[in-house]
T-cell receptor, first 114, second 113 residues
C-alpha cells in the first residue's frame, strides 16, 4: 500500500534553533517528492520539489534531502523564526499512470516560541 | 496577479441546507482539484477536473458534486449538508504533470450544525 508517514507529529522549538522533519514513503514507482508549508487557515504552499536523482535542495533557510534508496526525505529548517510556525506536509507523486497521483502525509505541526 | 480564490472562507450552516463552495483561478490552469482536510489528517482528493466539461470523483467517497463549465471556475455543491461534512475544503490547480506542482487556494472552513 502506498503511504507517506511523517514524524514527529508535532514539534516545539525556540526561535533561532534548527530542526529537522522526517518523511518516509512507500510509494512506488516514484516520480517526485515535494514539501509544502501550510499556515493555519491557509492552503499549502510549495517549498521544494525533488526528483529521483536529486539528493539535496535548498530554498532559503529550508533544506530538503532525499534518499531514494531508503525512501526517506527530511526537511531541515535553519535559524527558525516565529513565522515558521505551520504544518509541513510531505507529498509524493508516482508515475504509475499517465497523469500519476499524489500521496499526502499528515504533516508535522511546528511551533516556534520566542 | 494570477491567483486562486475560494469563497466563502468560513461557513456555518444547519443540517439539510444546500451549499456551493466557489473556486476560481486566474492562472489558466487546465487541471483543478478539490480536497477535504480534517485537523491533523492528510488531504483527501474528492473531485478533480482535467478541463472544461471533465469531472471525476477522487479517492474519498463524497456526497458532493462538481461542475466545470468554464476553465476558471470549479464549484463544489453539497445538496444536503450534514455534520459529517464539517471540514476544511481546499481547491487546487495544476498545469501539466505533477512535477509542475499544485497551487492551493486559501480553503473554506465548513461547519454544519
Amino acid at each position: 500500500k502506498n503511504q507517506v508517514e511523517q514524524s514527529p507529529q508535532s514539534l516545539i522549538i525556540l526561535e533561532g534553533k534548527n530542526c529537522t522533519l522526517q518523511c518516509n514513503y512507500t510509494v512506488s514507482p516514484f516520480s517526485n517528492l515535494r514539501w509544502y508549508k501550510q499556515d493555519t487557515g491557509r492552503g499549502p504552499v510549495s517549498l521544494t520539489i525533488m526528483t529521483f536523482s536529486e539528493n539535496t535542495k535548498s530554498n532559503g533557510r529550508y533544506t530538503a534531502t532525499l534518499d531514494a534508496d531508503t525512501k526517506q526525505s527530511s526537511l531541515h529548517i535553519t535559524a527558525s523564526q516565529l513565522s515558521d510556525s505551520a504544518s509541513y506536509i510531505c507529498v509524493v507523486s508516482d508515475r504509475g499512470s499517465t497523469l500519476g497521483r499524489l500521496y499526502f502525509g499528515r504533516g508535522t505541526q511546528l511551533t516556534v516560541w520566542p | 496577479e494570477a491567483d486562486i480564490y475560494q469563497t466563502p472562507r468560513y461557513l456555518v450552516i444547519g443540517t439539510g441546507k444546500k451549499i456551493t463552495l466557489e473556486c476560481s483561478q486566474t492562472m489558466g490552469h487546465d487541471k483543478m482539484y478539490w480536497y477535504q482536510q480534517d485537523p491533523g489528517m492528510e488531504l483527501h482528493l474528492i473531485h478533480y477536473s482535467y478541463g472544461v466539461n471533465s469531472t471525476e470523483k477522487g479517492d474519498l467517497s463524497s456526497e458532493s458534486t462538481v461542475s466545470r463549465i468554464r476553465t476558471e471556475h470549479f464549484p463544489l455543491t453539497l445538496e444536503s449538508a450534514r455534520p459529517s461534512h464539517t471540514s476544511q475544503y481546499l481547491c487546487a490547480t495544476q498545469v501539466g504533470s505533477f512535477s509542475r506542482g499544485q497551487f492551493f487556494g486559501p480553503g473554506t472552513r465548513l461547519t454544519v450544525l
